[in-house]
Structures are given as C-alpha cells and as structure tokens.
C-alpha cells in the first residue's frame, strides 16, 4: 500500500501547486531505492485487527492506519528506534507516538 499512498500524496501535492512534476519524478526514484530494501506486509487478521484501533487512538484514516499497523506487527510490537518514513504529518505524529524514528523522504 505504500506506492499507492505516496502516489496519491504526490498528485495532491501536485494538484495544490505545491510540487512540481519534475519534483514527483525525484520523489519516485527516492522511492524506488527505498522499495528495494523495504519488507513488504500482508494485511492478515493482526494487521488488520490492530488497524481497526489506530484510527481512535490517533485520529488515522484507514489507508494510514493499515501502513502504521503493518510496521507494529514487522517491528514484533518493539518500533523503538526503528525506521518509519511517510510524507503525512498525521501519519507521521502516530508512528513518533508508537515509538517509530521517522525519517524524512527529502
């Protein structure tokens, strides 16, 4: 779900004028290097058992709320110090509150 997430984030940016489409094309080839490494998550009965509390405690939307349950489930509970990166502040809040190191894209 990430690829769709950061997509989505990058046309919002770009449709509100704040990004320009040279700078989505860095932004991918960011992601891109990062998709090489990452670990991918399928969305079972935890994943989405835990995603269905996020939104009360941090005030997610479903799409974030699975992202930010995926990793708690890869981090086996402990994210202390593990990396998160997101380009949404309330996504991000959520991950700094569970304990995760978010990186910025940039």
């Given amino acids: 779900m990430t690829l769709v997430e950061l997509n989505s984030a990058l046309a919002r940016l770009i449709r509100e004028g704040a990004l320009k489409p040279a700078g989505r094309d860095v932004a991918l080839g960011q992601l891109a290097g990062l998709e090489a490494v990452w670990v991918e998550v399928s969305p ?3 994943v989405r058992t835990l995603a269905a509390d996020l939104p009360y405690r941090y005030n997610l939307r479903a799409a974030d709320a699975l992202q930010l349950a995926s990793a708690l489930v890869w981090s086996g509970g402990r994210p202390r110090g593990r990396a998160f990166v997101t380009l949404d502040e309330r996504l ?3 991950a700094r ?7 910025s894209a940039s």
């Avoid at 509150?97 to 990186?103: I, N, P, Q, W």
Wanted: proline share 0%; hydrophobic share 45%.
């Fill in 92 to 94: 991000a809040e959520a």
């Fill in 97 to 103: 509150s569970s304990g995760f190191k978010v990186l």
């Fill in 44 to 46: 079972t009965v935890e």
